[in-house]
């Protein structure tokens, strides 16, 4: 008995140790893998940008504490603009920046409170202007960024159904965001779209002289005699004070100048010459993944507009193809995100206007909204044949568009931010991705993601797959 018991004990030493090199095993395995996700990181600014803010995230609090100080010292003769809204922050940051005299943010990083702070850390003291992205997620969060960065100017670009699921309504979302606009002091200036009700609601909080800008009659700076010149922009007048100037963007979309109204707006409203902040914006190309188009090498057109997937952006996005010159236009399309009421009516309006504009439909999402689709597309004369549906593979997507796309011919790429559509119009081009994720909710450009070339989930430690439903990257905390 002794000897067996003996035995039982000896083998369950052994079991412990081979468990314990085994774990030892997974945990230097592990180890390696993201000693080389490390150094893929590295090697590219998406990456050392993505390191950067979650370094800031763990450390939040303490980066805060720094750039409130630097904000209250060292740069607070430098005026500072901060834009807020629920669509069109990124351009009207971009055409601000420059109208201003500063140089293009094109790579701009994530909108969040830690990517905030960072920031304002980078502004010079010797800047005159300096231009700042504002996003939130959550109740709260506006008011305490907007003590925290105390703006001279406030840009509000307009209120929509952006966050619907955390902030709950239109009404609570305006609120939130005009607590940017009522921290600026009477010696700034608030910037407000004068075609959006929300926005000039807001009105009513300030205590800061508000400019306004739009399409519509009473705004001060305003936008009239629209021509499309096809890919190549949009010309169109516009009226500053006085004067009345000529002015071309290559943006596409009309919804795109009010972007460049909000930068002549302030440029104005800051003493600078408008002439020169005009020909400034000029120079700007379109932002990446909004309404961006690329011509491909067969000698079609392709729109990617993959960043954002709300409702208000995919009828802008419709619209702007509409008026676009092809042959053929065939539309890509992702899951509505964050639908503002019932699912079905919405999606079966989106079919019909999707039987409108486009010759051939490829639906990326589930089987349930895709049926709410075509009870849309099918009565309103959109053939069976022209209407797919595919799982979200960039590969499998680029293929069937390969086979389909000749000259002269349009797609719209238009998605949800996590399902990154952009991949399909960089395997169009030739580029080089195998990353197959169906969601990642890292919101960056694909093509200087450092894990364009590994497959979706290779990389992550087991404790975090269980987080993706299904298949993917680790998830980013922040808004966007």
Known sequence: MRERRQRGQVAQARAQSAGLLLAWIAGMRRTVRRARLFRRFLRTPTGRGKLLYDACARVSGLVWRLAIVYRRTVIRHVRLVVVVGSFGKTTTTRTTAVALGRRDPRHLAKNSAPAVAVKLLGIKPWMRHAVIEVGIDRKGQMKRLAGRLRPDVAIVTCVGSEHLSSLGTLETTRSEKAEMAAAVSASGYVVLNGDDPNVMWMKNVVQ??????????????????????????????????????????????????????????????????????????????????????????????????????????????????????????????GDVEEPPGSQGPIYKALGRRLAEVADEVVFIGGKTNFGRLKAGMIPAGLPRDSIHNLRNQPRAIADFLAGELRPDDLVLLKGRSIQHLERVALILRGKEVTCSARICYWLHDCATCPLRHDSAVAHLAPQKRRHLKAGGHKPQSGPE
């Open 208 to 333: 800061a002289p508000v400019i306004t800008y739009g399409f519509g009659e009473g705004v001060d700076v305003r936008a009239t005699d629209l021509k499309d010149d096809g890919f190549a922009g949009i010309r169109f007048r516009v009226r500053v004070g006085e004067g009345v100037y000529d002015m071309r963007t290559r943006f596409l979309g009309r919804h795109t100048i009010y972007s460049c109204l909000a930068a002549l707006a302030t440029a104005y409203a800051e003493g600078l010459d408008v002439q020169q902040a005009i020909a400034r914006q000029e120079r700007l190309g379109p932002t990446c993944n909004r309404l961006q188009p690329i011509q491909l090498p067969t000698g079609a057109w392709l729109v990617s507009d993959a960043f954002k997937g709300a409702l208000e952006t995919i009828e802008t996005a419709l619209d702007t193809v509409s008026r676009l010159p092809a042959r053929r236009r065939v539309v890509v399309i």
